[in-house]
């Protein structure tokens, strides 16, 4: 409607609204106090939505986040027709082939914090994921899972957050595990240049 009628000094100011809750720099989404849709208030729009909405409007800095929001809620959501919903075929594959490359390192993260050896032991604590036994093998694979459900086990498989491994590991294997991960929530925050290929910004 602000582009409609002209309204740049308030569309200048939504906008402005916006960049806290699609953030473009790493440090601004940790200290984020509404990510995403949140914004919108109650009723909250469908993640598709406000991708086309920002497509449409040529509102780029938001793009990769708000697809990266997209893909939060799986690919039943993702291809949904509801009207107002549908993606552009190209948006859509760019978004799904993001969504297969962070669920793709968190894999391989979930794979690193159980065989890493600089990092993980033969945990003697009985509670502990990383008391693997007599068989680490077969363990440690059954940490991996575990590890790796974790990370994904968030709101609506969220994984840029940090997450707690206190009902999995010892205090002290949780802290550690906590620490090493931070390192691959910023390689997936790196990975959101392949959402959304500002390229495909359409009007």
Known sequence: MTA?????DIRDQLIKDLEGAYPTEW???QTAEVLGEDVFGLPKPHPNAVLNLFMAQGIRFALRFAAYRASLGGFRALVSDEPGTELPRLTLASTVHG?????????CAADAL?????LLFVC???TCV???????????????????SAMLCKRDAEVLSAPSFRDLACVRCAK??????????MICWETLRTFCDESEVQG
């Open 176 to 185: 550690d595990m906590e620490a090493y991960h931070t390192a691959w929530r």
């Open 124 to 126: 003697p604590n009985r």
């Open 4 to 8: 409609r009628y002209g309204l740049s």
């Open 27 to 29: 440090e601004k989404y």
């Open 114 to 118: 159980a065989y890493e050896r600089k």
């Open 99 to 107: 969504m297969e490359m962070i669920r793709s390192l968190m894999t």
């Open 130 to 148: 990383l008391n693997v036994g007599t068989d680490p093998m077969e363990k440690r694979m059954e940490a991996v899972k575990k590890l790796h």
